[in-house]
């Protein structure tokens, strides 16, 4: 049996998390945003100290750290530490070394520096910053105002895979199905909805080496981005990618994925109620059509379980993640909605114990 775990306890994550703030919180947020700029403001009209003076990698880490702090930036060391590293050329911090940390940095680079934090001072995720992040073993261009791909989402895809791995032999089938050609090796077909930066899709094609694909969004920007990640990553010649609404485009989608294995989707599932509770850095830059799920969290999520059954061959599976409160409210909505041929299997909880993943065949 194959398995893939590619959810790391200790991953560090910035910024964009579905916190929800107090109201005392949502003050002192503003005002560090606005302290944030009246610095930036003051310090942009002379920022000769920090780019002419003599200052090392990790001199520059502290400068920063303090700067975020002062300004209520969240996860201060986090970010100055990200930033520094991107600009020196490694993944993170510990991936450089003493001498590389120790060098006197040029003036190109802290000119770079100050660019980058800058952004990161007016509440721009990390992500956005340094355009790029890693996911499972990808690592994905990043833009806004698409989705970041959060850890729990590696979660999902651990889970996918362990799944399928168990039931490779009696789930994937050969079959026809819409755009694959027939003499292509019996290999799961996915269908992701909602592939903001493409990072559920491409971490499965990068499993599933003769799998293939469709992905959909509504959003240009993200399909133009999966694209995007899926040439960088050599898989799109196994990719189909388009800009379609699972709601609005409900038949045209059918049409087009004719049979597919697998229907998997991190759908927008946060409750309307909750939206404007969510952190600056989300509600600033990234797109809420990806976050709003309507007034239960569930208005996306019940369409595409309308349209699984439509397109997934016999035993083929839904995967999504969703909001704890959703499992059982998806469990009774299914009992009242009779005939639609799919069966809720199992309820999966993230690395913090939360009822996140939901799992479902169509029977």
Known sequence: MMWWKVFSACRVYLAPCFRVKSHYHCRSEDTGFLGAVAFLNALSRNPCRFIHDKMTGINCVTYWQKIFEENGISEPQQSSEHII???LGGKTIHNLTEEALSRSLTTEQKQMIWN?????????PVQ???????FCALTLKIKPPVFIPRPETEELVSLVVSELAEEEDVL?????AGWQNSHRAARPLFLEIGCGSGAIVLSLLHFFKQSYAVAVDKSAEAVNLTRQNAERLCVQHRLQALQLNVISDFQKLTRICGSVDVIVSNPPYVFHEDMSGLMPEILRYEDCDALDGGTDGLKIIKAILQLAPTVLK???????EVDPRHPEMIQNWLQACTGLQLTYRATHRDICGKLRFCELQRS
Not at 116 to 124: A, N, P
Not at 172 to 176: H, I, Q, R
Not at 314 to 320: E, I, P, S
């Open 85 to 87: 590293s991107h600009v």
């Open 128 to 134: 956005y910053v340094i355009e790029e992040w890693d």
């Open 314 to 320: 016999d035993r083929g599976k839904v995967f999504l």
């Open 116 to 124: 980058l934090c800058s952004k990161r001072l007016h509440h721009m």
């Open 172 to 176: 994937f089938s050969v079959e026809n």
